[in-house]
C-alpha cells in the first residue's frame, strides 16, 4: 500500500497524457507494472523524454514528469516478447511521458495496439540494446583480437540469452550474401528460431551489380530484402534480423558477440555491443577486397562489392563530367577527370569496363558531346583477362573492349596516389575514376577468429561444411574453404559456390532438426551425403548486345563455350530468371526495357 501511494503522484503528475490516452485498460497496465517493477536503478529511454520535465526518485524508482515529447517509431525487444510487464509497458509508452523502466526490459511501441506491438519483428540494433552504462565508449578499432577480446569482456550490456526448454532451437547466421541468404531461405522456421546479424539488410544479386553503375538498372533492381527471403525474421515470435557485425564468436558458451552499425560501419560513437546465443551458428560473412596491401588502394578505389559501392561510382563518375564541363578547365585536368581506370581482368572488371564503354558510347556521346573525345576506359590486368574462360572467349572478349574503345594494359599496379597509380615498370596512369576489382580475400574479422583454417586463410571446414572441432558450428561461402585433411580442391569464390553450400546446409540441418537434433551439445547425430560441387558454367557480358557463355566444368575439360549475341540472350534470360523475388524480375525487366526505349538515366542524386 506504501508503494501504491508514492505511485499516485506521479501519475496525477502526467495527467494531463493521461487523459489523452482513449485505453483505461493501458493506464492500469501501466499501473501495475509500476507497482510491480524490481528494486533497480532505472534508465528513461531518450524517446520518452519529455521535452520539460523533472526528475522524481521514489525508492530505487526514477520517474519522469511533464508534457510528453512526440515519440520516434522504435522496434519491440526481443527478450521476453509476451511477457505481460513489457506489453504492459509498450503500451503505456504510448500514452504518457512519466513511467519507471528496467534496464533489462525495454519494450517501446510507436502506437498503444498490440498488434504492432507483434509485427515490429525487424529490429535494429541501436534500438534493441539499451542506452550505454558508465562503464565509457567503446573504441572505434576492432581489427585485433585483443581489442576484440576486451571489448567484449567489459562492454556486453544485452542480448538473447541461451534458448529454454520447450523453445524452439535457435540458429544465428552471420551474413546476408549469396550463401547465408540461400541458407536462410530454405530453412524450415517451424522446426527454428532463426536470427541473422549482418551489416546490411538485404541481398545483393552481384551479377547485374556493374549495370547499376551506370543507370542501366536501378540499385533497388539488385537488393533484396533479407525479411522477404525469410519472412519468419519479421512474422515469427522469436526469430531476429539484427543490424550489426559479429567481432568475436564464444564457441565454449555458444555466444557470438557483435556491434551495433550505422550505415554499414561501426565506427560510430553511438555503437551497441550485443551477444547472442546460439544452438547451431553459420558464419557467412563473406570475403574482403584484395589490395596486396599496396598504398593507397583503401583510401582512393572504389571497390565493386555493395550497392553503395555502385552509388559511389555513378556520383563520381557523373561528377567528373560536370566538372569536366567548368570553364578554365585545362585540357590535362578534363583528360585526367575523364579518364577512368579499372584494375582487375575478371568477370566483375571486364562487365564493368562493358558497360562503361557503352554508356560513353550510347550517353556521353549524345549528352555530354563536348567532352566526348577526352572520356576514355583503362583496363588493367597484371595476368590474362578472363583467365578462367575457354581461350576462344578471351580472344573475342579482348577483340570486343579494344573495338568498344577499352584500353588494355597489362601491368602490375605498385601503389595508388590521388589522381593517379603507379606500375611496375615506373609509368604512370592519372585517373579520375579507379575501381578496384581484383578479386576477395579473408576479411580481417576472419582473420581474427581462433577457427582452423583452410590453406588460403579461410575458414576451414570438412566435407559437411562443419568447423572441426567446434561443436554446432558451420562456415559457408566465401569466408570458408576445405581443410588439407579433407583432400578436396579449393573452390573458387564465385555466387554459384556459395548459393549451393547455402541450399544444402540448409537441407542438412532440417534433417538434424526434425531428429531432435537441433540444440546446442545435441548427441544426435544425422549425417547425410558431404557436399559437393560440380561447375555449371561462367557467362560474362563484354558490352552493347555481346556476351561469353563457358560451360565447361573445368580448365582441364572441354563443353560448350559461345561468345556474340545469342550469349548475351542466354546471359539476360539466365540472370533475369536467377533474381530472387518476382518483384525484383519485373524491375529488373522493366529498366532494361527504358533504358533500351529512352537511354540511361544520368541524374546525379
Same mark, same amino acid.
Given at each position: 500500500?506504501?508503494?501504491?501511494?508514492?505511485?499516485? =503522484?506521479?501519475?496525477?503528475?502526467?495527467?494531463?497524457?493521461?487523459?489523452?490516452?482513449?485505453?483505461?485498460?493501458?493506464?492500469?497496465?501501466?499501473?501495475?507494472?509500476?507497482?510491480?517493477?524490481?528494486?533497480?536503478?532505472?534508465?528513461?529511454?531518450?524517446?520518452?523524454?519529455?521535452?520539460?520535465?523533472?526528475?522524481?526518485?521514489?525508492?530505487?524508482?526514477?520517474?519522469?514528469?511533464?508534457?510528453?515529447? =512526440?515519440?520516434?517509431?522504435?522496434?519491440?525487444?526481443?527478450?521476453?516478447?509476451?511477457?505481460?510487464?513489457?506489453?504492459?509497458?509498450?503500451?503505456?509508452?504510448?500514452?504518457?511521458?512519466?513511467?519507471?523502466?528496467?534496464?533489462?526490459?525495454?519494450?517501446?511501441?510507436?502506437?498503444?495496439?498490440?498488434?504492432?506491438?507483434?509485427?515490429?519483428?525487424?529490429?535494429?540494433?541501436?534500438?534493441?540494446?539499451?542506452?550505454?552504462?558508465?562503464?565509457?565508449?567503446?573504441?572505434?578499432?576492432?581489427?585485433?583480437?585483443?581489442?576484440?577480446?576486451?571489448?567484449?569482456?567489459? $562492454?556486453?550490456?544485452?542480448?538473447?540469452?541461451?534458448?529454454?526448454?520447450?523453445?524452439?532451437?535457435?540458429?544465428?547466421?552471420?551474413?546476408?550474401?549469396?550463401?547465408?541468404?540461400?541458407?536462410?531461405?530454405?530453412?524450415?522456421? #517451424?522446426?527454428? #528460431?532463426?536470427?541473422?546479424?549482418?551489416?546490411?539488410?538485404?541481398?545483393?544479386?552481384?551479377?547485374?551489380?556493374?549495370?547499376?553503375?551506370?543507370?542501366?538498372?536501378?540499385?533497388?533492381?539488385?537488393?533484396?530484402?533479407?525479411?522477404?527471403?525469410? =519472412?519468419?525474421?519479421?512474422?515469427? =515470435?522469436?526469430?531476429?534480423?539484427?543490424?550489426?557485425?559479429?567481432?568475436?564468436?564464444?564457441? $565454449?558458451?555458444?555466444?557470438?558477440?557483435?556491434?551495433?552499425?550505422?550505415?554499414?560501419?561501426?565506427?560510430?560513437?553511438?555503437?551497441?555491443?550485443?551477444?547472442?546465443?546460439?544452438?547451431?551458428?553459420?558464419?557467412?560473412?563473406?570475403?574482403?577486397?584484395?589490395?596486396?596491401?599496396? #598504398?593507397?588502394?583503401?583510401?582512393?578505389?572504389?571497390?565493386?562489392?555493395?550497392?553503395?559501392?555502385?552509388?559511389?561510382?555513378?556520383? $563520381?563518375?557523373?561528377?567528373?563530367?560536370?566538372?569536366?564541363?567548368?570553364?578554365?578547365?585545362?585540357?590535362?585536368?578534363?583528360?585526367?577527370?575523364?579518364?577512368?581506370?579499372?584494375?582487375?581482368?575478371?568477370?566483375?572488371?571486364?562487365?564493368?569496363?562493358?558497360?562503361?564503354?557503352?554508356?560513353?558510347?550510347?550517353?556521353?556521346?549524345?549528352?555530354?558531346?563536348?567532352?566526348?573525345?577526352?572520356?576514355?576506359?583503362?583496363?588493367?590486368?597484371?595476368?590474362?583477362?578472363?583467365?578462367?574462360?575457354?581461350?576462344?572467349?578471351?580472344?573475342?572478349?579482348?577483340?570486343?573492349?579494344?573495338?568498344?574503345?577499352?584500353?588494355?594494359?597489362?601491368?602490375?599496379?605498385?601503389?595508388? $596516389?590521388?589522381?593517379?597509380?603507379?606500375?611496375?615498370?615506373? %609509368?604512370?596512369?592519372?585517373?579520375?575514376?579507379?575501381?578496384?576489382?581484383?578479386?576477395?580475400?579473408?576479411?580481417?574479422?576472419?582473420?581474427?577468429?581462433?577457427?582452423?583454417?583452410?590453406?588460403?586463410?579461410?575458414?576451414?571446414? #570438412?566435407?559437411?561444411?562443419?568447423?572441426?572441432?567446434?561443436?554446432?558450428?558451420?562456415?559457408?561461402?566465401?569466408?570458408?574453404?576445405?581443410?588439407?585433411?579433407?583432400?578436396?580442391?579449393?573452390?573458387?569464390?564465385?555466387?554459384?559456390?556459395?548459393?549451393?553450400?547455402?541450399?544444402?546446409?540448409?537441407?542438412?540441418?532440417?534433417?538434424?532438426?526434425?531428429?531432435?537434433?537441433?540444440?546446442?551439445?545435441?548427441?544426435?547425430?544425422?549425417?547425410?551425403?558431404?557436399?559437393?560441387?560440380?561447375?555449371?558454367?561462367?557467362?560474362? %557480358?563484354?558490352?552493347?548486345?555481346?556476351?561469353?557463355?563457358?560451360?565447361?566444368?573445368?580448365?582441364?575439360?572441354?563443353?560448350?563455350?559461345?561468345?556474340?549475341?545469342?550469349?548475351?540472350?542466354?546471359?539476360?534470360?539466365?540472370?533475369?530468371?536467377?533474381?530472387?523475388?518476382?518483384?525484383?524480375?519485373?524491375?529488373?525487366?522493366?529498366?532494361?526495357?527504358?533504358?533500351?526505349?529512352?537511354?540511361?538515366?544520368?541524374?546525379?542524386?
Amino acid at each position: 500500500m506504501a508503494m501504491r501511494n508514492l505511485i499516485k =503522484p506521479v501519475f496525477a503528475a502526467s495527467s494531463g497524457s493521461l487523459k489523452s490516452h482513449k485505453n483505461s485498460k493501458s493506464i492500469f497496465a501501466a499501473k501495475h507494472y509500476a507497482e510491480n517493477a524490481l528494486s533497480r536503478p532505472c534508465i528513461l529511454p531518450e524517446a520518452l523524454r519529455p521535452a520539460s520535465s523533472s526528475q522524481l526518485q521514489i525508492g530505487n524508482f526514477s520517474f519522469c514528469t511533464g508534457t510528453a515529447k =512526440p515519440l520516434r517509431p522504435f522496434s519491440v525487444s526481443p527478450f521476453k516478447r509476451d511477457h505481460p510487464t513489457c506489453s504492459a509497458q509498450s503500451t503505456m509508452a504510448f500514452g504518457f511521458s512519466g513511467m519507471p523502466m528496467r534496464n533489462y526490459h525495454v519494450a517501446i511501441a510507436k502506437s498503444q495496439s498490440l498488434e504492432y506491438h507483434r509485427n515490429c519483428r525487424v529490429l535494429h540494433t541501436e534500438q534493441l540494446i539499451q542506452e550505454q552504462s558508465e562503464k565509457g565508449k567503446l573504441n572505434d578499432s576492432f581489427e585485433s583480437k585483443e581489442q576484440t577480446r576486451e571489448v567484449t569482456e567489459k $562492454k556486453i550490456e544485452g542480448g538473447l540469452p541461451a534458448t529454454k526448454p520447450g523453445e524452439k532451437p535457435r540458429i544465428v547466421v552471420l551474413g546476408t550474401g549469396w550463401a547465408g541468404s540461400r541458407l536462410m531461405k530454405d530453412l524450415n522456421s #517451424d522446426l527454428y #528460431d532463426i536470427v541473422c546479424i549482418s551489416p546490411r539488410n538485404h541481398m545483393v544479386f552481384t551479377p547485374l551489380l556493374a549495370s547499376t553503375c551506370v543507370g542501366t538498372l536501378e540499385f533497388r533492381s539488385v537488393a533484396e530484402p533479407i525479411v522477404r527471403i525469410q =519472412p519468419a525474421l519479421s512474422e515469427s =515470435p522469436n526469430s531476429y534480423f539484427l543490424l550489426g557485425r559479429c567481432i568475436n564468436i564464444d564457441p $565454449k558458451k555458444h555466444e557470438v558477440h557483435c556491434v551495433s552499425v550505422e550505415n554499414g560501419s561501426s565506427s560510430s560513437t553511438h555503437k551497441k555491443v550485443f551477444s547472442v546465443s546460439y544452438d547451431k551458428l553459420v558464419i557467412a560473412s563473406g570475403a574482403e577486397a584484395l589490395t596486396f596491401n599496396i #598504398d593507397g588502394v583503401h583510401d582512393n578505389a572504389i571497390f565493386l562489392r555493395d550497392v553503395s559501392d555502385a552509388q559511389s561510382i555513378r556520383k $563520381k563518375l557523373l561528377l567528373n563530367l560536370m566538372l569536366s564541363d567548368i570553364p578554365g578547365t585545362s585540357e590535362e585536368e578534363k583528360r585526367r577527370l575523364l579518364h577512368c581506370v579499372v584494375v582487375g581482368g575478371g568477370p566483375t572488371g571486364v562487365e564493368f569496363s562493358g558497360e562503361l564503354s557503352d554508356f560513353i558510347k550510347r550517353d556521353v556521346h549524345q549528352r555530354y558531346a563536348h567532352v566526348q573525345n577526352y572520356i576514355h576506359v583503362t583496363l588493367i590486368e597484371a595476368n590474362e583477362i578472363l583467365s578462367s574462360f575457354d581461350v576462344g572467349l578471351r580472344v573475342y572478349a579482348i577483340k570486343h573492349l579494344t573495338k568498344a574503345g577499352v584500353k588494355l594494359v597489362k601491368g602490375v599496379v605498385t601503389g595508388v $596516389k590521388p589522381g593517379f597509380i603507379s606500375l611496375s615498370d615506373g %609509368s604512370r596512369v592519372p585517373y579520375g575514376l579507379l575501381v578496384w576489382s581484383t578479386g576477395v580475400g579473408p576479411s580481417s574479422f576472419v582473420k581474427s577468429l581462433s577457427l582452423p583454417k583452410s590453406p588460403g586463410g579461410r575458414i576451414g571446414v #570438412d566435407e559437411y561444411l562443419k568447423v572441426p572441432g567446434f561443436e554446432d558450428m558451420y562456415a559457408i561461402g566465401d569466408c570458408a574453404g576445405f581443410v588439407e585433411s579433407v583432400g578436396k580442391p579449393v573452390l573458387p569464390a564465385l555466387a554459384q559456390v556459395a548459393e549451393r553450400q547455402g541450399k544444402y546446409l540448409a537441407k542438412e540441418l532440417n534433417r538434424i532438426a526434425k531428429a531432435s537434433g537441433g540444440y546446442a551439445g545435441s548427441t544426435v547425430s544425422v549425417e547425410g551425403p558431404p557436399f559437393v560441387y560440380t561447375h555449371l558454367g561462367s557467362m560474362a %557480358s563484354v558490352g552493347r548486345y555481346k556476351a561469353l557463355v563457358d560451360l565447361r566444368q573445368d580448365k582441364e575439360t572441354k563443353g560448350y563455350a559461345w561468345a556474340g549475341f545469342l550469349s548475351w540472350i542466354i546471359w539476360r534470360s539466365a540472370y533475369l530468371t536467377r533474381v530472387v523475388s518476382w518483384r525484383n524480375r519485373f524491375y529488373v525487366a522493366v529498366n532494361w526495357a527504358t533504358t533500351f526505349v529512352f537511354g540511361r538515366d544520368i541524374s546525379r542524386i
